[in-house]
């Protein structure tokens, strides 16, 4: 007897099952452990030393940032999820890592910025977590084309967020150096 031909298919890049797995844990992780922490570091319209520094004319609205975050976390989620669940393929383990590191550096930022006031610091933190971003699309790429270019708004949004940090310090060049005692 004969097997059926449907059945020494080759398997798919990613099998369905898993993928839908690994996106229902990681989408809402992500988004929860982003919000959670922007939350408790006072990452809001309503942070006094936030609003008593002089923002950038491109500043966005605040209201803004929330949704920005929440799609972007959203698409890196996916991408996560689309690596994470794919079969073994070479780069996987380094894909997944690169993405924990970065998350990680990720969750740093709104604490330093918001929470203990250092702009330098801060814009320390979105340039390494660009260049870990931009090795991670990469990797991502390497495993599944779709998750490298899911990857591509955080990106560019880590490039305006670098952009943004940079005109707040420049505009409040002391706002820095009090929290560091200067």
């Known amino acids: 007897m004969s097997?059926?031909?449907?059945?020494?298919?080759?398997?798919p890049w990613f099998s369905t099952g898993s993928f839908s797995r690994a996106a229902?844990?990681?989408?809402?992780?992500?988004?929860?452990?982003?919000?959670?922490v922007a939350r408790v570091a006072g990452s809001t319209d309503t942070n006094p030393w936030y609003q008593s520094l002089t923002l950038p004319a491109f500043q966005p609205p605040g209201p803004l940032f929330g949704i920005a975050w929440a799609i972007l976390y959203t698409l890196i989620g996916v991408a996560f999820a689309m690596v994470w669940g794919t079969k073994k393929v070479p780069g996987k383990r380094l894909a997944i890592a690169l993405f924990a590191v970065g998350f990680a550096i990720n969750l740093?930022?709104?604490?330093?910025?918001?929470?203990?006031?250092?702009?330098?610091?801060?814009?320390a933190i979105i340039a390494v977590m660009l260049l870990v971003a931009i090795a991670t699309t990469w990797s991502f790429w390497r495993v599944n084309r779709l998750a490298g270019w899911l990857m591509l708004p955080y990106c560019a949004w880590l490039c305006f967020a670098g952009a943004l940090n940079i005109a707040i310090m420049m505009l409040n060049p002391m706002a820095d150096a009090m929290q560091l005692g200067v």
């Open 3 to 11: 097997t059926p031909e449907f059945i020494d298919a080759p398997e």
């Open 24 to 36: 229902i844990v990681a989408v809402p992780a992500i988004l929860l452990m982003g919000g959670l």
């Open 108 to 123: 740093t930022w709104s604490p330093v910025f918001f929470r203990l006031h250092m702009i330098s610091a801060a814009l």
